[in-house]
């Protein structure tokens, strides 16, 4: 499968979700807009008796977890090559949190995927991204656009 595919088979599954899903979606979307407080917690990074230092890593929130498993269970990410869309990147870098107001579906479920898999690579980005106010942006408008449940 291209990239292509993925991003409209994810777009598709998205489209095609039950209606306890889209509850449970802006159930989940009115958490994240009500949290107060840290997105995560840096843990580790202290010296073990035998002078190696434990590996620092993120705690997430556990609506970040939430969040992000309801996507993987229903198949919403779109597993394409994310590390050359350069106009992901440029918005995730930009400042202007109202980039996030009017982005289409496609790209909604593709800068979500990317979020997930930049995770993998330096812990602490799916909290950094809440902290910074685009994820809990990018959450409300992904809840927008699937509606209220029918």
Do not use: C
Not at 4 to 21: C, G, R, T, Y
Not at 57 to 68: A, K
Not at 105 to 120: G, N
Not at 121 to 137: N, R, V
């Amino acid at each position: 499968m291209n990239d292509e595919q993925a991003i409209s088979q994810s777009v598709d599954a998205f489209n095609n979700l039950w209606d306890e899903d889209r509850a449970v979606l802006n159930s989940i979307n009115r958490k994240i807009q009500s949290h107060v407080g840290v997105w995560g917690i840096e843990r580790g990074g202290e010296k073990n008796v035998d002078g190696s230092i434990e590996m620092p890593w993120m705690e997430n929130d556990p609506l970040i977890l939430e969040f992000i498993e309801f996507m993987y269970k229903r198949e919403l990410l779109p597993g394409f090559y994310w590390a050359k869309w350069t106009e992901g990147s440029e918005l995730f870098a930009s400042k202007d949190l109202t980039k996030f107001d009017d982005i289409d579906l496609k790209t909604a479920l593709k800068l979500i995927y990317m979020a997930t898999r930049k995770e993998r690579i330096t812990d602490g980005t799916l909290a950094k991204a809440f902290e910074l106010g685009g994820f809990p942006k990018l959450v409300n408008r992904l809840a927008t656009l699937g509606g209220e449940p029918r």
